[in-house]
């Protein structure tokens, strides 16, 4: 286990000790911690609804800087996390011809390179933010993707309704769950196995812990890995802790869901040396 996970998956960040050490340990961080509390509090109080809260907080994180938006401190690290994901996928099944469901897509930091590896017309990514979709169509147009059509649609939900059924061979959801409440990642997993083909697989990552499950400022959400390994088979799905991806330089933890039998399930098609990305 990295050591990143080795210090952190007992940690409760919501504790007011932990937060107490952390501005003793970083008093740089506080006044932009408070700034960040108070605004998002007026959020909320606007907001009481958790999507629509979260895409305020999208469309003001936005404004100031899409990249940062999707959590890239700098347009290096927006790269190297986009190309990581592409290359695990890639690693672990994903294929040209497949058709693919980008679940809170952002400003396609790794969209645009499944959008250029992808067949034409296979790749559609959906969020609950506008604002950053208008991001991710400035993207597809500084990279040249435009004959590649692909689809980029805002949604107000997780219910997948408006997309055919057994249509997508891979639905992918980076850094979205780590954002939710437990109901809002309750609603994509009661849905998405309608829209998965029968070998098709989600893939999703979340923030891990195994001490108390919690949450900070409404924002990041903690879960432990059999919280949500038991949603899925609520719904009918078969989980899988993804335990390479625990070797990359990312901190969040992945798991891959399909419907029971699925080939998926039965581990990466390819399997290689994880590709080392600096921070």
């Known amino acids: 286990m990295p050591e990143k996970s080795r210090k952190s998956l007992k940690v409760n960040r919501s504790k007011l000790a932990h937060k107490?050490?952390?501005a003793v340990r970083n008093p740089a961080r506080i006044a932009p911690y408070l700034r960040r509390a108070a605004r998002d509090g007026w959020l909320r109080f606007r907001s009481p609804d958790h999507v629509a809260y979260y895409r305020a907080v999208m469309a003001s994180d936005t404004a100031s800087n899409p990249e940062a938006a999707v959590g890239s401190r700098s347009h290096e690290r927006w790269l190297a996390l986009g190309q990581m994901q592409f290359d695990y996928l890639q690693r672990h099944g994903l294929q040209k011809q497949h058709r693919m469901l980008d679940i809170g897509c952002g400003n396609?930091?790794?969209?645009?390179?499944?959008?250029?590896?992808?067949?034409p017309g296979h790749y559609y990514g959906i969020d609950i933010s506008p604002d950053i979709l208008v991001a991710a169509k400035k993207t597809l147009v500084g990279y040249g993707l435009q004959e590649k059509v692909p689809y980029l649609t805002p949604t107000q939900d997780l219910t997948l309704d408006f997309l055919p059924t057994g249509h997508f061979d891979v639905v992918h959801a980076h850094s979205v769950f780590s954002h939710s409440p437990i109901e809002v990642i309750d609603e994509c997993l009661a849905h998405v196995g309608r829209v998965l083909a029968p070998d098709g697989f989600f893939d999703f990552t979340f923030d891990r812990t195994e001490g108390?499950?919690?949450?900070?400022?409404r924002e990041d959400f903690y879960y432990r890995t059999e919280t949500l390994t038991n949603l899925a088979l609520r719904h009918g799905l078969e989980a899988r802790f993804m335990d390479d991806w625990e070797q990359l330089p990312h901190g969040q933890s992945k798991i891959r869901v399909a419907r029971p039998g699925a080939r998926a399930l039965e581990g990466p098609e390819r399997r290689g040396a994880p590709e080392k990305v600096e921070r």
């Not at 396609?108 to 067949?119: K, M, P, Q, S």
């Not at 108390?212 to 400022?217: C, G, M, P, Y």
């Open 212 to 217: 108390a499950e919690h949450q900070v400022l």
């Open 20 to 22: 107490a050490a952390y």
């Open 108 to 119: 396609l930091r790794a969209g645009w390179r499944f959008i250029d590896f992808l067949e």
